[in-house]
């Protein structure tokens, strides 16, 4: 590459990273077998990302549990010796998230300033003043859904996805006329597309709504999150640059969105296949917030999250990570790891983990997992409450999964009304 990369050629050479052996790009059929196979593996693994771009990736839960807290993996895209080598193509699918300039690629003294800004704008009180919200908007969708022609209807398109939208449209102040469109530009960023031009116009058209968001809160402040970031400054008086106001915004909607709709599809499709367990659900036996819980272990709204950087060379689970290298945290892996988990496959809402990691841990753990866990138990409760007779429309096993290496949910959830 004209420039020594930083890598002996004879630590190369040792192939640690053999880009031929396991390849994680989404087109799996179940997600929770190729996982198996990977922390049968062992708990640190040589994968494929699609690109191809080679990682490794923490199966498991003690060792993910290490890695997200440890000390020489870091976020920042500069410690990435493939990337700064030119090896990824510059088109790679993932490439929003890794050059994202927010508190998702940053670390130290950067990640704490951002994220205390947010954390003034974004705080309990507002995630509390969004209960009502939330409640209405899950009573309207289910209206809606009421008034459906009878036979089988798409939960996840009329329901799961619509709620988290939006709620995360409210709360950043787009204007309400925009949602309903929304979800033709947000849908193809998380997929693997073969069409890189198609993604990228996509991706340029929402940056173009969001800086139209700013301005028009600049113009008229609401009462949200994006009027209270144009405001908010750190504690030395300052405020976030444009770049950051708008990458900010950016990152709260893009990370607050397919998530939740995975975790609402996810719980609901749990439940429908295990009617014991809704009916302690139903008759207050147990909360809500259990089947949340246990829903994020059992089937975590994240399959793989890219990356961190080994700064240096790092010992992880018994493997030898080189500096440089590239690190996949494989959360829906890590909530069905047998050695952490009793039972680790059944889903039992009676016994919700303390502890799971799908919503990371360590300075990077979701800002939103509050917001989630609200939108969450009030999609559920709403729900099941609206439709006592609600029913799979076919087998469970049978649906198809998203095409994608970062979310885990399937594409459509069909079910019976009653
Ligand atoms: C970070 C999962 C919902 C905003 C994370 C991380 C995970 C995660 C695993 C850690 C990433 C890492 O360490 O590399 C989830 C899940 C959600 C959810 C499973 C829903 C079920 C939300 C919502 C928002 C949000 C609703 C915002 C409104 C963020 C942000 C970060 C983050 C800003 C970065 C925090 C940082 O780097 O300091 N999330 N998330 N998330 N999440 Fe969430």
Redesign the pocket.
Known sequence: HGRDPGIAPDRLAAARLRPDRIVIDGRMRDVHEQNERLRRAGPVVPVELPGPVRAWAVTRNDALQAA?VHPDLS?ELRHWADWADGRVPRDWPLSNIVTAQ?????EGAE?RR??AL?NKA?TARHVDRLRPRIAHHAAALLDALAGHAPGPVDLRLHYAYPL?RNV?CE?VGMPETWHADLHKLTDSLIRVTDDADYAASRMGTLRELFAEVIDLRRREPGDDLTSALIAVRDEEGRRLTERELHDMVM???I???E??I??ITNAARALLAHPGELARLRSGTLPWSAAVEET?RWD???AY?PM?YAVRDVDLGGVRIGAGDAVV?C?AAAGRDGRRYADADRFRPSDPPADH?????????????A???T??EIALESLFTAFPDLAPAGPSEGLEPLATPLSNSVRTLPVMLG
């Open positions: 997200l976020k927010s508190m998702i690629t940053k990640h951002l994220r947010v974004f988290p995360i709360l990152t709260l909607f990370a607050g969105h998530t939740t995975n975790l994020l975590s709204p994240v999250f961190r945290a959360y990691l799908s919503f990371g841990h360590g300075e990077h753990f979701c800002l939103g997992a917001l989630a866990r939108e969450a």
